[in-house]
């Protein structure tokens, strides 16, 4: 199950990125974290950037909203999403394997 956790700033929540992967897509779990595939490599920040994309499209948001907070040379990070509630996080993994 996702473990989200709501701070002042916004709901916290992992995330585990596979970069070079053939779609952009959020595609279940990984342990506890959101699995994120996206066709960016993992250079100079880009796969980064195509998962906070990625994942305000997803969650109907503006990208300024979402902030990964940690781990930003790791395939599991800590991501920050703002003005959303951890409902709607887990909502988005729904049908999702």
């Not at 250079?43 to 997803?58: F, S, V, Y």
Request: aromatic share 2%; with cysteine; hydrophobic share 35%.
């Amino acid at each position: 199950m996702l473990r989200v956790n709501e701070t002042d700033r916004g709901v916290v929540f992992e995330i585990w990125v596979q970069p070079r992967s053939a779609r952009n897509e959020i595609r279940g779990l990984k342990g506890d974290a959101l699995r994120v595939r996206v066709t960016s490599p993992p250079i100079e920040g880009r796969a980064n950037k195509a998962c906070t994309g990625l994942l305000a499209k997803e969650l109907g948001i503006g990208k300024s909203q979402v902030e990964i907070i940690g781990g930003l040379k790791s395939r599991t990070k800590l991501v920050r999403v703002a003005g959303i509630t951890p409902d709607k996080i887990r909502r988005i993994t729904e049908g999702k394997n």
